[in-house]
């Protein structure tokens, strides 16, 4: 079983400012990461997969980076609806989330 | 579009079974696994189980392995979910979620491109 830790639980920050999000992994995963938003009362939306690659319609904003057991998405500046909970995924396992907070 | 539209959830005591339906359209159905992933009131996700486009391939999550039962139609373009032995610990949120790998095999990558918006189930007496 792979156990995915993402830190930190909450980050506080205000629109226009870069947002570093970290997964890691409890054995090495190679590349095969993803990254999913969810905001409240809606289902979680794909931003990232297999570590880097942006899904269909992500905006540039978002970047993914890593592999083997570290992985980070990085927002490169906050807009107003990038304030939710980010999960990172690999097969069946999910992290515990991000929740990314207005400051 | 892609639409995913998840029904039969409710409120079922424990011990009771319940079925989970999930409609697909704008996509070629049997082109792509499926998944169910839940998310119980205020807590993260977590995968249920999945099934391959051929239904050949099928995963559990240790928590429902033995419980659960996962099937697809294709010529319906429906997933199913079959939850027997339900306990207050499955009370959840439950999504159907497409694979965005064509022909993938459970197991393989699972990165959910497009998901439903989920149904209820609640288990209490």
């Known amino acids: 079983e792979i156990v995915l830790t993402q830190s930190p639980a909450t980050l506080s920050l205000s629109p226009g400012e870069r947002a570093t999000l970290s997964c890691r992994a409890s054995q090495s995963v190679s590349s095969y990461l993803a990254w999913y938003q969810q905001k409240p009362g809606q289902a979680p939306r794909l931003l990232i997969y297999?570590?880097?690659n942006r899904a269909t319609g992500i905006p540039a904003r978002f970047s993914g980076s890593g592999s083997g057991t570290d992985f980070t998405l990085t927002i490169s500046s906050l807009e107003p609806e990038d304030f939710a909970v980010y999960y990172c995924?690999?097969?069946?396992?999910f992290g515990g989330g991000t929740k990314v907070e207005i400051k | 579009e892609v639409q995913l539209v998840e029904s039969g959830g409710g409120l079922v005591q424990p011990g009771r079974s319940l079925r989970l339906s999930c409609a697909a359209s704008g996509f070629t159905f049997d082109d792509y696994a499926m998944h169910w992933v839940r998310q119980a009131p205020g807590k993260g996700l977590e995968w249920v189980s999945g099934?391959?486009?051929?239904?050949?391939?099928?995963g559990y999550a240790d928590s429902v392995k033995g419980r659960f039962t996962i099937s697809r139609d294709n010529a319906k373009n429906s997933l199913y979910l079959q939850m027997n032995s339900l306990r207050a610990e499955d009370t959840a949120l439950y999504y159907c979620?497409?694979?965005?790998?064509?022909?993938?095999?459970?197991?393989?990558?699972?990165?959910?491109?497009?998901w439903g918006q989920g149904t209820l189930v609640t288990v209490s007496s």
């Open positions: 979620a497409k694979d965005i790998m064509p022909r993938a095999l459970v197991g393989a990558t699972e990165y959910f491109d497009y």
């Open positions: 995924q690999q097969r069946g396992f």
């Open positions: 297999d570590a880097s």
């Open positions: 099934i391959s486009w051929n239904s050949g391939s099928i």
